[in-house]
Nanobody
Framework: QVQLVESGGGLVQLGGSLRLSCAASGNIFRLYGMAWYRQSPGKQREWVAVITSGGRTNYTDSVKDRFTISRDNAINTLYLQMNSLKPEDTAVYYC????????????WGQGTQVTVSS
């Protein structure tokens, strides 16, 4: 069973940057498209960015041109570079492999908290 461990979150000011990492156990990471999700208090978890096994990317409109998703299959790690952060980006960020539009393949990790102060 693949385990996902997110890290890199923290407290930053408006306009700051953070780089999140997601380490996946096992040797099948490279086979899956991977995505970042986030959940704010009182809201449902939402999809933020996705990268296919071949490296194609897509982003939700609110983070386009600010966030960059990438992956390093050699070390089973997914990244999210977040620039020009806004208070509305405050959330717990998770990674996972999307199965379809609503479900994911692996158990959720603990997530990493991102807080953007104004």
């Amino acid at each position: 069973q693949v385990q996902l461990v997110e890290s890199g979150g923290g407290l930053v000011q408006l306009g700051g940057s953070l780089r999140l990492s997601c380490a996946a156990s096992g040797n099948i990471f490279r086979l899956y498209g991977m995505a970042w999700y986030r959940q704010s208090p009182g809201k449902q978890r939402e999809w933020v960015a996705v990268i296919t096994s071949g490296g194609r990317t897509n982003y939700t409109d609110s983070v386009k041109d600010r966030f960059t998703i990438s992956r390093d299959n050699a070390i089973n790690t997914l990244y999210l570079q977040m620039n020009s952060l806004k208070p509305e980006d405050t959330a717990v960020y998770y990674c996972n492999a999307p199965r379809d539009g609503t479900t994911v393949i692996f158990p959720w990790g603990q997530g990493t908290q991102v807080t953007v102060s104004s």
